[in-house]
């Protein structure tokens, strides 16, 4: 079963790089929005070729540039990322 995962996850990797996508950027966009998916058109958008990762570059810059606020005396509740 390690194998056939492994497999699958090398595939996508080099799949991505050579149609030039950032696989991380694109794995990163799948999980976000394969719980969407719900039919064979809906996952056919989220293939290599056809995905916009503007969106995913974007959230991911936010996320990472997103910094505690010293002065916040309650604690932080996670509840999933914003609608836009």
């Known amino acids: 079963m390690g194998a056939n995962s492994s497999a699958f ?14 696989p991380f950027l694109y794995i990163t966009h799948v999980l976000m929005n394969a719980g969407c998916a719900k039919t064979n058109e809906d996952w056919d958008n989220l293939l290599p070729t ?23 005396t309650e604690p932080y509740i996670l509840r999933g990322k914003k609608k836009r």
């Open 50 to 72: 056809k995905v916009e990762l503007s969106k995913t570059q974007s959230y991911l810059a936010e996320i990472n540039a997103a910094v505690p606020n010293p002065e916040r």
């Open 9 to 22: 996850y090398y595939s996508i990797v080099e799949s991505c790089k050579a149609l030039d996508v950032d």
